[in-house]
């Protein structure tokens, strides 16, 4: 079992940056390919990024390319999301999602509200 608590979520103005961490416990993170999703009010929950188990491979949705940054630290089983440039449509929970590299349950966090204003 792997338990998942994004933190850093927050109220910040159009343009700026929020960097959000996802801390893992129970289980070592170094077996999941990691991603982070966002659900906005009314909305589908969508896929942000992805980064595999050793960070060597990231992948971004197109909404968020080239201003949002996907990292981990398997020393400290902590994800990061750095958004830079942020804008109203940003505006969503983010949750951390982590897939096992074989096969093997996969777990959610409980997400982070990120509310950017125009």
């Known amino acids: 079992q792997v338990q998942l608590v994004e933190s850093g979520g927050g109220l910040v103005q159009a343009g700026g940056s929020l960097r959000l961490s996802c801390a893992a416990s129970?289980?070592?993170?170094?077996?999941?390919?990691m991603e982070w999703h966002r659900q906005a009010p009314g909305k589908e929950r969508e896929f942000v990024a992805q980064i595999g188990w050793n960070g060597a491979r990231t992948y971004y949705a197109d909404s968020v390319k080239g201003r949002f940054t996907i990292s981990r630290d398997n020393a400290k089983n902590t994800m990061y999301l750095q958004m830079n440039s942020l804008k109203s449509e940003d505006t969503a929970v983010y949750y951390c999602?982590?897939?096992?590299?074989?096969?093997?349950?996969?777990?959610w966090g409980q997400g982070t509200q990120v509310t950017v204003s125009s």
């Open positions: 999602y982590a897939q096992p590299s074989a096969t093997g349950p996969t777990f």
């Open positions: 129970g289980r070592t993170l170094s077996y999941y390919n």
